[in-house]
């Protein structure tokens, strides 16, 4: 997809440029708000208003490098401000409620079915053995393929800092049992996509 030429016709007004973008980053916004937060309608609330939003300002909004970046960054605001209109709480700072999950579903994936049950305790705990900014990360950077500006805007670091934080995930999880063979590294890698 040419992005810059989409966005361009979607802010003239282009229907079909729109559904583009939509179609475009649907699914890694569904699968990305999940891990934000579990209420499946909250997050479908959530972005249907960042389309909304999109939609109604497309004249006034800037011209993006990358649309999957611009939406999810606009997602990730939106469930923060919906979880905090939700909690009531006026001091709390900005994402520290947001708490990046990593849902099994490994029933949806061919290749995740021939995993046996120890080494799915396995790759959920070397999961869980990150802590959640560093989930958040590596769910950016190897299942969306986002850059290091962009994850560290995302997140609120510095650039470097997450280049840091994706070396120190990628040794912790070096370490774990799932690494004994390198069968196991690609399942795992595999299930780091697994919305």
């Not at 229907?15 to 579990?38: H, T």
Request: glycine share 2%; aromatic share 12%; with cysteine.
């Amino acid at each position: 997809m040419d992005q810059e030429r989409v966005w361009s016709e979607f802010k003239n007004g282009s229907k079909q440029a729109f559904e583009s973008v939509y179609n475009y980053c649907i699914d890694d916004m569904y699968a990305y708000g999940l891990k934000l937060n579990s209420n499946k309608e909250l997050v479908k609330d959530c972005i249907q208003q960042v389309f909304v939003d999109i939609y109604e300002r497309r004249q006034v909004l800037s011209n993006p490098q990358n649309i999957k970046y611009y939406v999810l960054k606009a997602l990730k605001h939106q469930i923060y401000k919906r979880q905090k209109k939700e909690k009531k709480k006026s001091n709390i700072d900005e994402f520290s409620e947001l708490k990046f999950k990593t849902p099994y579903n490994f029933e949806d994936k061919k290749i995740i079915s021939e995993i046996d049950e120890k080494k799915q305790r396995l790759i959920k705990k070397a999961l869980g053995s990150l802590s959640s900014k560093q989930r958040e990360i590596m769910y950016l950077r190897f299942t969306t393929g986002m850059e290091y500006t962009e994850i560290a805007e995302m997140v609120g670091i510095d650039h470097n800092s997450v280049r840091k934080q994706v070396y120190r995930s990628i040794k912790k999880l070096r370490n774990s049992e799932i690494f004994d063979d390198y069968k196991s590294i690609i399942l795992f890698y595999s299930a780091l996509s697994i919305p």
